[in-house]
Nanobody
Framework: VQLQASGGGLAQAGGSLRLSCTAP???????MAWFRQAPGKEREFVAG????????YYADSVKGRFTISRDGVKNQMYLQMNDLKPEDTAAYYC????????????????????????WGQGTQVTVSS
């Protein structure tokens, strides 16, 4: 199962982009998230959400600028990115976690890439100054 990420591109600093992530039919991800990876750097958590209740989590670096959301009917997840900065330049990956947990995970769970079962192919975001 592979997620399909789209919407990346080139933006100027202060501009906006919207990323989309589509999950194949008949898949259910209890939790979904966006990660990003810049050249020479490790993959880092950007934002995550609970598919069941819509609760969201953000990395400090994007709080107040990025918004993660979902459309249950279309089985899609979005990342609205506003006030983009050159340091946001990276390949952005969407991820899904289908596991049923016996507890309510906290933000640390969402931020750990190893917890996700499915990944998209990545979409490049480049922000010029």
């Amino acid at each position: 199962v592979q997620l399909q990420a789209s919407g990346g591109g080139l933006a100027q600093a202060g501009g906006s982009l919207r990323l989309s992530c589509t999950a194949p039919e008949r898949t259910f991800n209890s939790r979904m998230a966006w990660f990003r990876q810049a050249p020479g750097k490790e993959r880092e958590f950007v934002a995550g959400l609970s598919w069941r209740n819509g609760r969201t989590y953000y990395a400090d670096s994007v709080k107040g600028r990025f918004t993660i959301s979902r459309d249950g009917v279309k089985n899609q997840m979005y990342l609205q990115m506003n006030d983009l900065k050159p340091e946001d330049t990276a390949a952005y990956y969407c991820a899904g976690d289908s596991k049923t947990l016996g507890y309510v995970p906290n933000s640390n769970y969402y931020a750990k890439s190893a917890n996700y079962d499915y990944w998209g192919q990545g979409t490049q975001v480049t922000v010029s100054s």
